[in-house]
Structure formats: structure tokens, C-alpha cells
Nanobody
Framework: QVQLVESGGGLVQAGGSLRLSCAASGRTFSTYAMGWFRQAPGKEREFVGQITWRGGDTAYADSVKGRFTISRDNAKNTVYLQMNSLKPEDTAVYYC????????????WGQGTQVTVSS
């Protein structure tokens, strides 16, 4: 099992930036990819983006493409979500998660970190 701990959330004005971190521990060698998701009040959890653990290939939701960047530091077992040009609609609880294969589902989740963007 991989344990995930997110950090870096907070309150920021529209147009500002935040960087979230997700530190992984445990059986990280079994991780294929790490993803970021978010859930706004009253809405379903949605995919934000992901990065493969070994190759570093990334993919993003259209709503964040060009504004958000995912990177990783394998030595620190940490993945980052750099969020720029934030909008009020980016307000949500952000979660990181892992999966063990390309066609697997994300089934291992962190506790989440709140991001609030004021207008």
C-alpha cells in the first residue's frame, strides 16, 4: 500500500498561484501513475491531471490545460501540482491518488487539501 499526504492548499486571489504537493510513502515501486483530482461543493470528483511515475508523461483535463502543471521528484517520492492563473471555479478540495497500471483505476487516495480562490 502507498500512503499519500497532500499539502500546499490555501486561500488565493483570482489570477494567483499555488503549488500543491503529494508525498508518497510505502510501496511506491508499484505505482504506475499519480493523479490529481478535485471536488467542489455539490459536485462530483473530477480528474485534473496525471503523471506516470517512471516516464513522467502527463495528461490534463481541458479545464486546466495551459494553467496547471504536474511534475515529480522521484528522489523525494513527491508529485507537485503547480496551479497558475487560478479562477474562482478552481475552488475545491484537491486529492492525489495512485494506480498500479495504465488501465487500472485510481484506488489509493490522500486525505485532500482545500484550495479556495477568491474573486
Amino acid at each position: 500500500q502507498v500512503q499519500l499526504v497532500e499539502s500546499g492548499g490555501g486561500l488565493v486571489q483570482a489570477g494567483g498561484s499555488l503549488r500543491l504537493s503529494c508525498a508518497a510513502s510505502g510501496r511506491t515501486f508499484s505505482t504506475y501513475a499519480m493523479g490529481w483530482f478535485r471536488q467542489a461543493p455539490g459536485k462530483e470528483r473530477e480528474f485534473v491531471g496525471q503523471i506516470t511515475w517512471r516516464g513522467g508523461d502527463t495528461a490534463y483535463a481541458d479545464s486546466v490545460k495551459g494553467r496547471f502543471t504536474i511534475s515529480r521528484d522521484n528522489a523525494k517520492n513527491t508529485v507537485y501540482l503547480q496551479m497558475n492563473s487560478l479562477k474562482p471555479e478552481d475552488t475545491a478540495v484537491y486529492y492525489c491518488a495512485t494506480k498500479i497500471g495504465g488501465y487500472a483505476v485510481y484506488d489509493n487516495w490522500g486525505q485532500g487539501t482545500q484550495v479556495t480562490v477568491s474573486s
